[in-house]
C-alpha cells in the first residue's frame, strides 16, 4: 500500500480535505463579476484550495507566480508564454492582429513550450496592455480566471506598476482574478489602505489552518491500524496545532513508522524524532544566522508560549522589531498571539534550552 499523505506540492482530489465553505464563496466569486484576494501564511494550502475549486469549473485558468517576475516587460512575457500553451500559436494568430507591438513567437525545440521574446528598447508599458487586452479578449466566450500568486511582490517589481495594473484591470469585464499573497502584512497593505491601488480590489479570504474534528477524521481514514490507532491522530495534531503542510508531513512519517513496525504509542515520537534529525543541519544554519535578539525571543517563545515581550533582557521595542523580523522570515506566524510555523524547528530550539 502507498503512503496516503502528501505534503510540499499541491493537494487536490483524495489528498484534499476541508476548505467547503472557502471553497463555496471562491466559487461564488468566480461565478461574479468580482475577484478574489487570498491570503494565509506559506504552506497553509493557498495553491490547493484554487487548483481543487478550478478543477471543477471547467473555464481556461493562467497562473503565475509573481516571485519569478523581475519587470513589467518580463510580467508581460510570462504571461503571453502561458496563454500560448494554453492556445496553440498557430491557431490563435487572430489574437495577433490586435496588438500593437507584436511579440516574438517561436517554440523551444527541446521543452516544445512556447517562447516569447521583443527587441530590446520596446515600451513595457504599451506590451504590458496589449498582453492584457489579448487576455480580455481570449475571455469574451467564456471568462478567464487569471491566478496570481505572491502579488505582494508587485511592490518590488517595478514603481507604479502597481496603479498600472490596477488601471488595466479595473476596465476588464472578462477576467476574474485570483490575487494571492503569503506575505501578510503587504497583501493587507495593498489591500486594505485606502490609498494603494488596488484599495476594496475583490472579496479578502483568509485561509486559516484546517479545523481539528477534519483533519483528526482524514488521518484515521488513512491509518493503517486498527481502531484507528487510538490516540495517533490527536498525538500528531496536538503537534502540529493542525497545520496543513506540518500534519501531513508528520502523518506521512507515522504512517512510515507503523509500516516499519514501530508500536503505535512510539509512533508519533519517533516519526518526530526522525524529522527532526533530518533537518538538523538546516535548523543549525538558520540558528547560526540569527542574532542575539533574534535568538532570545525565538527560545522565550519555544519555552513558553506567553508573550515574549515580557522579556526583562530587552527592551520592547527591540523584541517587537525582532518579532516582526521573525514573522516575515517566515519563521513565525502571527495568529492573535506570535508562534512558530515550524513545530519541528521549535522542538529544536527547546532543546537548545
Ligand atoms: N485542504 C487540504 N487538505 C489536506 N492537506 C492540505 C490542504 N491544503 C494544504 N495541505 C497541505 O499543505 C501543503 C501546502 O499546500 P499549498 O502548497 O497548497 O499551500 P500554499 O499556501 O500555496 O503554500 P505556499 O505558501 O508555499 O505557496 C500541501 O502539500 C498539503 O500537504
Ligand atoms: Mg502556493
Not at 47 to 55: I, K, P, Q
Not at 169 to 190: H, R, T
Request: aromatic residues 10%.
Amino acid at each position: 500500500m502507498d503512503n496516503p499523505f502528501k505534503f510540499g506540492t499541491v493537494v487536490e482530489g483524495a489528498y484534499f480535505t476541508d476548505r467547503v465553505d472557502e471553497r463555496a464563496f471562491l466559487t461564488q466569486i468566480l461565478h461574479s463579476p468580482n475577484h478574489a484576494i487570498l491570503i494565509s501564511p506559506r504552506r497553509y494550502g493557498k495553491s490547493s484550495l484554487v487548483a481543487e475549486t478550478l478543477r471543477s469549473e471547467k473555464r481556461e485558468s493562467i497562473s503565475l507566480n509573481m516571485q519569478a517576475v523581475t519587470s513589467s516587460l518580463k510580467l508581460a512575457e510570462a504571461l503571453y508564454r502561458r496563454f500560448f500553451s494554453l492556445h496553440p500559436i498557430e491557431k490563435a494568430r487572430h489574437y495577433l492582429s490586435h496588438l500593437r507591438i507584436i511579440p516574438t513567437l517561436s517554440i523551444n525545440p527541446v521543452s516544445g513550450s512556447p517562447e516569447v521574446s521583443f527587441l530590446p528598447n520596446v515600451n513595457a508599458q504599451v506590451v504590458l496592455e496589449d498582453v492584457f487586452a489579448m487576455l480580455e479578449k481570449a475571455g469574451q466566450k467564456k471568462k478567464l480566471i487569471v491566478v496570481l500568486d505572491e502579488f505582494q511582490e508587485i511592490l518590488q517589481i517595478e514603481k507604479g506598476l502597481d496603479k498600472l495594473l490596477r488601471s488595466i484591470m479595473q476596465e476588464q469585464q472578462n477576467i476574474n482574478y485570483i490575487l494571492m499573497g503569503s506575505q501578510e502584512d503587504m497583501m493587507k497593505k495593498i489591500f486594505l489602505r485606502k490609498k494603494s491601488a488596488f484599495y476594496h480590489f475583490g472579496n479578502v479570504i483568509h485561509l486559516d489552518r484546517i479545523p481539528e474534528a477534519d483533519f483528526k477524521q482524514y488521518i484515521e481514514d488513512r491509518l493503517p491500524t486498527k481502531n484507528r490507532g487510538k490516540g495517533i491522530s490527536d498525538d500528531i495534531l496536538s503537534f502540529t496545532a493542525c497545520h496543513p503542510y506540518y500534519t501531513q508531513q508528520l502523518a506521512f512519517q507515522v504512517w512510515f513508522e507503523l509500516q516499519q513496525g514501530a508500536e503505535i504509542p512510539l509512533s508519533v515520537p519517533t516519526a518526530i524524532e526522525h524529522i527532526i534529525q533530518a533537518h538538523d543541519f538546516d535548523y543549525s544554519r538558520l540558528w547560526e544566522s540569527m542574532n542575539r535578539t533574534n535568538r532570545l525571543v525565538l527560545l522565550k517563545l519555544a519555552d513558553n508560549d506567553k508573550a515574549p515581550m515580557e522579556n526583562p533582557e530587552l527592551p520592547p521595542s527591540t523584541i517587537f522589531s525582532a518579532l516582526k523580523r521573525l514573522v516575515s522570515a517566515g519563521i513565525l506566524i502571527k495568529n492573535g498571539k506570535y508562534v512558530y510555523d515550524d513545530p519541528f524547528f521549535k522542538r529544536w530550539v527547546k532543546r537548545i534550552i
